[in-house]
């Protein structure tokens, strides 16, 4: 059965912190980290990798557009 | 498989479009504002016109939207974007020209720009940000502020008696035989944000055919005006925006779909 | 030669505009300067040239549809008089800001507020050192006859392209209104858009190419060391004006014990005086600024030494006087003479008030 497995890539030093990328993920992959950027925000990350299916929701909704997202099929 | 194999170019599904610039964007976390530039952006490079459009930047929290968009800009006197835009489509009628403003500049001190513009139904594209609130100087009552909603001079919250009502421009231009489409629309959501950009892409195609002026207005959050978390101020923004400014198509094809 | 015809001063400068080339005119109808726009619309320049004009809702939108014509490299024209150029001030400065080239006409009527539509001088002020907010010049060119209405078009727009900078023509109800003979230029092609893109592709918003970075046309520089650079740089534009582009008119000068300097309207009126004082054996000359910023310092300063007494004639309460005291250094006795409020003064009145200077008298004010 085909799977579909996705990754986010988060611009660690543009993202603001702001959170909405997290309610958005429908696999509640994303949090937000414990350190801080630059700019002292705690920026998101992928916290549960395995759940990513490539949707590309959280970089749709990213205010900052500081989310990449890539999706593979694997089997 | 290992996170580092699936972030390869051939696997990339979503990156920010070139249309953007790489600067850092000036709104607060969880503003809107960035996924609404972003939209307008994706949309034009999806239509191939970053060399035929004309953007008018405001003034108000998006006065800098010009360092955000990688097309031709220009930067308007408050509340004259309609009329700088109409400037550039009357006389270069082959371009793509849109404003970008916010409820102060658009349903305010431009309320004359707005409904003229409107009215003549120029062959532009308006994009109105509705927050309620005058981000940029501190979260001052707006035209479009709730009935009851504090801000800096609302303190006890606005009172409709001595500080008028909240101003539905959106409706209010609908009426006006020169708009050809007009949306309200939200940003907050995946799901929003998609709808959003059909609507903004429905609105470009719309000039494209020279068929009148097309109007999107986003309601959207202002965080620090109103003092709550991004994600609790969209909460709010459900729960007290929405219900007097309802998302949906307000006219289509020249046509009221909505009775208000 | 070109055509010849009997036209008001307003006809003039629209037919010139026309004739000049513009892209585009935006206006709103107001006294005494009403028929430019109502002689562009019964001409359909669109039909002729292609030439846009457009009635705007209001003066604000007007001088803003100008900023948003020219931001795209088109030559842009607009009209109005002294209540309807206070509001275009804010458009103005941010014209002048965004270094956009366009000519505005002021055909002034008295004020201040609403005040008369009879002929005035009193916008001098604000036509000549800045209008609206911020440290920035407009280039005024004050014709003094309707052949010089129509002329100025043409000229003003070789200034606003040379330097990138808004020019202003500052005439009156009285040239406006009256009929003159004109001789009118043949008509010019309009640019072509190829044509604006090899002269503005630089710095106007014509659609971002690969070639060249994105084009901005804005007046806003948070960062206050940037934005003196650039007052720096407009200040260099303003010096160059100065040094390249003065313009002005001497009449019967070279003789002169005694000099009028008036410009426009006032100017015409002191031609009879001239002739009246010279009949009485007076020697008297007259100086006409034709533009009015930049001010002729340098060839009015020349006078120190010849000339024993100066008249500055205005339709205006004192304003034209102040530059005519700085081009003298105060070197020379200057005397005020005008009327005010859409009043004329008649060239019995200028005599009277150039033998009261004559005679050591005062004219006060």
Same mark, same amino acid.
């Given at each position: ?75 | 498989? !290992? ?5 390869? !170019? ?39 016109? #970053? ?15 010009? !360092? ?32 970008? #403003?916010?409820?102060?500049? /658009? ?32 979260? #001052? ?18 009172? /409709? ?10 409706? /209010? ?11 309200? #629309? ?66 289509? !094809? ?7 | ?56 809702? @209001? ?11 020219? @931001? ?7 009209? %109005? %008089? ?37 002929? %005035? ?23 003094? @006859? ?34 003159? &003979? ?15 893109? &090899? ?29 003196? &650079? ?36 006032? %100017? ?39 000339? &024993? ?36 003064? @008649? ?19």
């Amino acid at each position: 059965m085909a799977k579909v497995q996705g990754a986010i890539v988060v611009d660690r030093e543009k993202c603001k912190g702001c959170e909405v990328c997290v309610p958005a993920c429908p696999t509640h992959v994303i949090e937000l980290a414990k350190e801080v950027n630059g700019k002292g925000y705690h920026y998101a990350y992928m916290a549960n990798p395995d759940g990513c299916t490539g949707c590309s929701n959280c970089a749709i909704v990213c205010p900052d557009g500081v989310i990449t997202v890539y999706r593979v099929k694997t089997s | 498989m !290992d996170v580092k194999e699936i972030i390869k !170019d051939e696997n990339l599904v979503y990156k920010k479009t070139s249309l953007m610039t790489s600067n850092v964007l000036s709104y607060c976390p969880g503003c809107g504002h960035g996924t609404a530039h972003r939209i307008i952006m994706e949309t034009l490079d999806e239509m191939g016109l #970053q060399s035929q459009t004309i953007g008018v930047a405001p003034v108000g929290c998006s006065v800098l939207a010009y !360092d955000f968009m990688n097309i031709d800009m220009i930067q308007a006197a408050h509340g004259r974007a309609p009329a700088v835009a109409t400037g550039v489509k009357r006389t270069r009628p082959d371009k793509f020209v849109f404003t970008y #403003q916010g409820d102060g500049d /658009l349903a305010a001190i431009g309320t004359a720009e707005t409904i003229h513009a409107c009215n003549r139904g120029e062959n532009i594209t308006i994009v109105f940000i509705n927050n309620g609130i005058y981000g940029m100087t501190g979260g #001052q009552m707006a035209p479009t502020t709730l009935e009851g909603m504090k801000t800096a001079t609302s303190p006890y919250g606005r009172n /409709l008696r001595s500080m008028g009502n909240p101003l539905k421009i959106t409706e /209010l231009i609908a009426q006006l035989p020169g708009t050809y489409y007009v949306s309200r #629309q939200a940003v907050h959501t995946p799901s929003a944000v998609r709808k959003a950009k059909k609507a903004i892409r429905l609105a470009f195609e719309i000039q494209k055919e020279n068929k009148g002026l097309s109007f999107v207005e986003i309601v959207s959050n202002c965080n620090s005006g109103w003092k709550l978390p991004p994600v609790k101020a969209n909460q709010w923004m459900v729960d007290n925006m929405f219900p007097f400014y309802p998302l949906g198509d307000i006219k289509v !094809d020249g046509q009221l779909v909505n009775a208000q | 030669m070109g055509e010849l015809k009997l036209m008001k001063g307003n006809e003039a400068i629209a037919e010139a505009a026309i004739r000049a080339g513009v892209d585009a005119y935006f206006g709103y109808p107001i006294t005494p300067q009403s028929e430019v726009l109502e002689y562009l619309m019964q001409e359909q320049p669109e039909e002729r040239t292609g030439m846009v004009v457009l009635q705007a809702e @209001s003066e604000l939108a007007a001088i803003n549809m100008v900023y948003g014509a020219a @931001s795209t490299g088109k030559k842009v024209m607009t009209t %109005s %008089s002294s209540p309807g150029i206070s509001l275009y001030q804010e458009g103005i400065s941010y014209i002048a800001g965004a270094e956009l080239p366009c000519v505005i006409a002021n055909v002034v009527r008295g004020g201040p507020g609403l005040g008369t539509i009879q002929p %005035s001088q009193a916008d001098y002020f604000q036509a000549t050192k800045g209008g609206g907010h911020g440290d920035y010049k407009l280039y005024v060119l004050a014709p003094a @006859s309707v052949q010089e209405m129509a002329d100025f078009v043409e000229d003003g727009f070789n200034i606003a392209y040379k330097y990138r900078n808004p020019v202003m023509i500052l005439t009156d109800g009285m040239i406006g209104q009256m009929m003159e &003979k004109v001789e009118l230029k043949d008509q010019k092609p309009r640019w072509t858009d190829e044509e604006i893109k &090899k002269m503005s592709d630089s710095w106007a918003t014509i659609g971002k190419g690969n070639h060249r970075e994105r084009n901005i046309i804005t007046s806003l520089d948070l960062d206050s060391a940037k934005q003196e &650079k650039h007052n720096h740089h407009l200040q260099k534009k303003y010096r160059q004006m100065e040094e390249e582009d003065v313009r002005f008119e001497e009449i019967n000068c070279d003789d002169a014990d005694y000099l009028i300097v008036a410009y426009g309207s006032s %100017s015409r009126i002191a031609m009879k005086t001239l002739n009246l004082a010279r009949a009485k054996g007076i020697r008297v000359g007259l100086f006409r600024p034709i533009t009015l910023y930049p001010f002729p310092m340098k060839a009015l300063n020349k006078y120190i030494g010849q000339v &024993k007494g100066i008249l500055s004639v205005e339709m205006s309460a004192g304003q034209l006087i102040e530059d005519i005291m700085l081009a003298v250094e105060c070197k020379i006795n200057v005397q005020h003479f005008g009327r005010y409020g859409g009043m004329i003064h @008649s060239p019995d009145e200028v005599l009277q008030a150039l033998e009261t200077l004559i005679n050591g008298g005062n004219n006060g004010r």
